[in-house]
């Protein structure tokens, strides 16, 4: 990465710290509460409706075997130690060489207040940078690693992990397909045509070559991408479901590109270095899914690597929804449950305790160990930090 694109990355990204703590108790206004209450009280609402017992559920959970349930567990942290790993090889190129388990520390308790805070907006990624401006070393210049390095790693970290979903989009399509397949033929009995799924197979892979084609053109020619994108959303904007976001998205569009045309030749500089990183963060979406498979196994529901691809690309949808509701708690779970139901044809009791669970081992739990590992670190971030960096 040249001084220059440094510098512009560092522009937009000056830290100001003060001396308060960033507090969790503050985070977790009223207005949050009140949406963890309503969520709760959803998922109480679907149970009583569903003719759930609670005790028969909790009976499924606590009959899981631990034999494979804790490998299960334990595969979430592999998944987040590969993306540490990522990101540690992209932190290299700017000579900042940091111990593993000080960058997996960092990620670990960036990842559970990410999921923990989603109110506070993109909390993951500005808990890293604020914590990494504070703890990692510039070894080539032997001092403190700037705003802007760190912001360019992240970025080039998410980066990767969009690049790494490329191959392995058509998989998840094709499976979210086969998925609702089984659920439509265990309703109605007739399965999809074949004319039907051949043609959103082929529609499914020309977006991911629109991708790949969108992704080379920013990397090429970052202004011909911007007007591209600005005439998209321009055409958008007279829709009426869609037409305040894609307005909205026309500003700061062209930023965006930019930084990403930034992150393209800081990786293309590294071709090596990168192509580790696009591996390891490959392999992080895979371990999510053993994790996946493994806890729902420990009860004995036998679900497959492909459906267990489609119902978390399922759940991360549902993660996306701007409500601010830490973790969707609630809703994903209900969202979970009815998936595993229809597609896999459970029964209720069953197809809730798989969600919860799966929700306590892979999330909640993993929001614990972040902040006890936050909490035993030196470091800390405060609310001033967070609010003074522009990702």
Known sequence: MTSSEVDFVETSSELVTEETEISLRKAFDKKTLLLLSFAALVLLIYLYLGNVSIFRMLEIMFSADLIILVPGTLFTFIAILFDTLAWKILLGISSIRPSTPAVYRIQLASFSYGLLIPSAGAIESLMRIALGTKEFINEKEERNATSGE?????????????????????????????????????????????????????????????????????????????????????????????????????????KIIDDFSIQFKYLAHNKLLSLLALILAFLSQVAHWVAIYLILHAIGIQILLDQVAAINFLGGTIDAIPVGIPGMAGLKEITLTVFLEMGLNLGTETSAAGAILVQLMKFYFIIIAGILVYIAGKTRVTSKDLENITV
């Open 150 to 254: 760190i912001l360019s790693s992240v970025v080039a970290h998410k980066l990767c992990g969009l690049i790494a979903f490329i191959p392995i989009s058509i998989f998840v399509a094709v499976a979210m397909l086969m998925y609702f397949s089984d659920i439509i033929e265990n309703r109605t009995g007739q399965p999809l045509s074949n004319d039907v799924a051949v043609t959103l197979v082929i529609i499914i892979s020309l977006l991911s070559l629109i991708v790949i084609i969108f992704f080379i053109l920013v990397s090429k020619s970052p202004i011909i991408a911007k007007k591209i994108v600005i005439f998209v959303l321009k055409a958008l904007s007279s829709f009426p479901l869609v037409g305040k976001f894609a307005k909205d998205a026309i500003e700061p569009s062209g």
